[in-house]
């Protein structure tokens, strides 16, 4: 296109973005009016994408980060012939695809969902990080955010790896346009603060005037010629460019055009350009999956094995037997024991260091490439990246966490190191599965299936030590449990889950002694949950007593009691969990102070057993 068309399509996107609002009722078209010409260049010069090829290996990716401005994506969706202007009318109403905010279970053509801003170089990062050192491919992702976002954390984690990382396939287009939800950015239109924050990173930066189309064309151009240095152009807008009465105004952020008509007859009328998007190059196929048979490592029962080490082994025999098996550590591999991956497996481990939000955004962007991601860290650590553990959720990421070092049972190390809300915030995510191995085979075994599930998978490991009390051949299928100690004479049945199963079978033992048999249900699937199991139990005993190394909200007590929401009586239900801040003692003094202990077990089994006597 030359320079009059180019004028044309930018108008173009704004006249849409603000007719899917006004028709919409809502929606942000004066954010989207502010990058249109910046998205018209890219769209129509720079960008190599096969629309009806959305998976093909050669795609560049490009990620709205400034997800509100979706008027302005689903506008160039059109230009390009994804959708049609029936369908752009549809924005954000009953069954749309178009959503207020893209996500990609809608669109095939969407990376990644966005709206929380300070995602999407995040994100971007991951998928050029596997561009550069999996795919091996050529493509170019182009990630365009806002001004406001970047007073995200997030963004200057993403920031410091790309340019540590010399990801020079990544382009940041910044739309600087000065003002945010409520009124000003921090910086307003200093291009140089936001430029020197990224040289100071390391990146290449173009300062330029984000509406004079022939400079966003040599913008690209000199990004794309940029070696050894991801990209910034950093581009001064205005918000509601090209209508007089609500350019670069205040007050107006997240609102459809009150005349929209009128905006629309000033900015030239409705038009119907279509664009010729640059075809993608040829690459070779994506690698397969399997890559030879499974070895699992193996210990024999009673045996003693952290279930961290069995975590670690079993990545690396995983990695072995599949070649699209990854691995990213949050600087603390050693710890977890992700590193016995590194060691065999160097070309797919990705050191994202202290930064678990860019840890997270790694995985989600390397899953969107194909790619199985296992991101490793303290279990304690990843509350810090949530908010992408929930987008991940959103876009329907397939991602593996491990939370290692979790419960008061790590010891000495004191609360700050204590994963004690890890459960209630990964079964709180859409769609998640939750494990807590109690033994080394069984953590192997759930290394190995969480590869082929769906969804967030979280793995909860434990820094101690523990008994191996299953064979090597035992399956433990998601959704199940292991009943340890089961008689017809139970009077009632304790619940546990990794390290509180050995605790429970001590305290079996101990009332066994005492001629008080219960039952012991290991519930390693914390979600699902085992319903069957618990509901049998709770039919024959009567009483259900949880043990968790957790806070007793949202974690293992509160899933048994899922298996009970269905209008059926309540079981007698009692829960031992952390209920104190911990601070600095054993491990063994750690769960007796925390009334998690074999002795604080069969001490509650005790009076729950002569209550129910007196009852």
Request: glycine letters at 10%.
């Amino acid at each position: 296109m030359n320079t009059d068309e180019l004028v044309e399509l930018g108008q173009q996107l704004r006249v849409d973005s603000v007719r899917a609002a006004a028709e919409a009722g809502s929606g942000h078209p004066t954010s989207s009016m502010s990058a249109a010409d910046l998205m018209a260049v890219l769209l129509a010069h720079h960008l190599r994408y096969d629309f009806e090829r959305p998976d093909h290996p050669g795609n560049d990716r490009f990620v709205l980060s400034k997800g509100h401005a979706s008027p302005l994506l689903y506008a160039a969706f059109k230009a390009a012939g994804a959708i049609d202007d029936e369908e752009l009318l549809t924005f954000r109403k009953l069954g749309s695809r178009l959503e207020g905010h893209p996500t990609p279970q809608r669109l095939p053509w969407v990376e990644t969902a966005t709206g929380s801003l300070g995602q999407g170089l995040p994100i971007g990062v991951g998928m050029a990080l596997a561009g550069r050192r999996l795919d091996r491919a050529g493509y170019r992702v182009w990630v365009l955010c806002g001004d406001s976002e970047l007073a995200e954390g997030s963004i200057w984690e993403a920031a410091e790896h790309a340019g540590h990382e010399q990801l020079d396939n990544l382009v940041l287009i910044v739309d600087v346009n000065r003002l945010g939800q409520r009124g000003p950015t921090r910086h307003g239109h200093d291009l140089d603060a936001y430029a020197r924050r990224f040289r100071a990173f390391d990146w290449h930066t173009v300062e330029i005037d984000g509406h004079d189309l022939d400079a966003i064309d040599r913008a690209y151009g000199e990004a794309l010629s940029t070696a050894g240095q991801p990209t910034a152009i950093i581009a001064r807008t205005l918000k509601g460019k090209g209508v007089a009465d609500i350019e670069d105004r205040e007050g107006l952020h997240g609102k459809p055009l009150k005349d929209a008509d009128e905006a629309i007859e000033e900015l030239g009328g409705v038009r119907d350009l279509r664009v010729q998007v640059h075809e993608p190059p040829s690459v070779r196929p994506p690698r397969t999956a399997d890559d030879g048979d499974l070895e699992l490592p193996r210990w024999e029962k009673g045996e003693e094995a952290a279930t961290r080490d069995a975590f670690g082994r079993a990545l690396a025999a995983l990695g072995t037997a599949r070649g699209d098996v990854v691995v990213l550590d949050g600087e603390v591999g050693d710890s977890t024991r992700a590193e016995l991956f590194a060691k065999e497996h160097p070309d797919r481990y990705f050191e994202c260091y202290i930064a678990e939000q860019q840890l997270v955004a790694a995985a989600v962007g390397m899953a969107r490439r194909g790619w199985v991601p296992y991101a490793a860290t303290f279990a304690a650590f990843l509350t810090r990246a949530h908010d992408f553990v929930r987008m991940a959720s959103v876009s329907g990421s397939g991602i593996n966490l491990n939370g290692s070092h979790a419960g008061v049972s790590i010891g000495q190390d004191g609360p700050s190191q204590m994963g004690l809300e890890d459960l209630a915030m990964m079964r709180a995510i859409h769609g998640s599965t939750v494990l807590y191995p109690c033994d080394a085979n069984q953590t192997a075994k759930l290394v190995a299936q969480t590869a082929d599930l769906a969804g967030v998978r979280y793995l909860r490991t434990s820094r101690g030590s523990s008994r191996v009390i299953y064979g090597p051949d035992e399956e433990f299928p998601v959704g199940g449990s292991k009943v340890l100690r089961s008689s017809g004479r139970d009077r009632l049945t304790v619940v546990a889950a990794g390290v509180t199963v050995h605790e429970a079978l001590a305290a079996a033992d101990a009332l066994e002694r005492e001629d008080i048999p219960v039952r012991v249900i290991d519930l390693y699937s914390v979600k699902p949950v085992d319903r069957d199991t618990l509901r049998q139990a709770a039919d024959d005993t009567g009483c259900l007593l949880t043990v968790e190394d957790h806070r007793a909200e949202g974690g293992l007590g509160d899933a048994v009691l899922d298996a009970f929401c269905d209008g059926r009586p309540v079981p007698r239900l009692v829960r031992l969990a952390v209920g104190t801040m911990p601070g600095s003692a054993s491990p063994a003094e750690q769960l007796r102070a925390a009334g998690i202990d074999a002795a604080s077990i069969a001490a509650s089994a005790r009076l729950l057993v002569e209550q129910a006597i007196v009852a």
